[in-house]
């Protein structure tokens, strides 16, 4: 049996992060792939274990079958409880660990969010809705604008190293529109 079972969703960004930093510190797990179009991911077990009724979630077999959800928060806990040689992660004492914290809570709460509605209003809205893809459209442009300036003398959000925020220069890796 697998350490970790994995909620997840074949498109889309974000159950993939956990993808990651699984493989890059070694670690087991299945995927139990939910098909969006006929809802799965809003069934009762796995409701029980994220009332969000999203992915990702993952459960750690290992650890008395504790789950998680929300793909940062993942992130968050795998490094902290398993990242050990800190491959990926920073120790909390270093003197860039709030910056890295800082640029997971940016993913999160500004890339993710924008990256998420301008998805939905190109994709999957059932009409066109001009002013918000415009409005998510030029948000983008205005995010990536903060990366571009951030990484403009450095290869590496913090510590100059590849982490779990999983961005570097050249290589944007959560930030596209499929």
Do not use: M
């Given at each position: 049996m697998a350490q970790f079972t994995l909620f997840s969703h074949k498109g889309g960004p974000n159950p993939w992060r956990p993808v990651h930093a699984l493989k890059e510190l070694n670690l087991s797990y299945e995927t139990v792939f939910y098909d969006f179009g006929?809802?799965?991911?809003?069934n009762e077990q796995h409701l029980s274990y994220n009332p969000n009724g999203r992915v990702p979630t993952l459960i750690d077999h290992q650890n008395n079958d504790y789950v998680i959800w929300e793909s940062d928060a993942i992130l968050a806990y795998l490094t902290d409880r398993y990242d050990k040689e800190r491959k990926i992660s920073l120790p909390h004492?270093?003197?860039?660990?709030?910056h890295l914290l800082q640029y997971l809570f940016?993913?999160?709460s500004g890339?993710?969010?924008?990256?998420?509605?301008?998805?939905?209003?190109n994709f999957y809205h059932p009409e066109p809705v001009?002013?918000?893809?415009?409005?998510?459209?030029?948000?983008?442009?205005?995010?990536?604008?903060v990366l571009e300036r951030i990484l403009q003398d450095k290869d590496y959000l913090v510590a100059d190293k590849s982490s779990t925020i999983g961005l570097r220069k050249g290589v944007p890796q959560d930030l596209c529109l499929a």
């Open positions: 006929k809802n799965e991911q809003k004492d270093h003197p860039e660990y709030h940016f993913q999160s890339q993710g969010v924008i990256w998420g509605q301008a998805s939905w209003f001009a002013s918000a893809i415009t409005r998510y459209r030029n948000e983008i442009k205005r995010v990536l604008g």
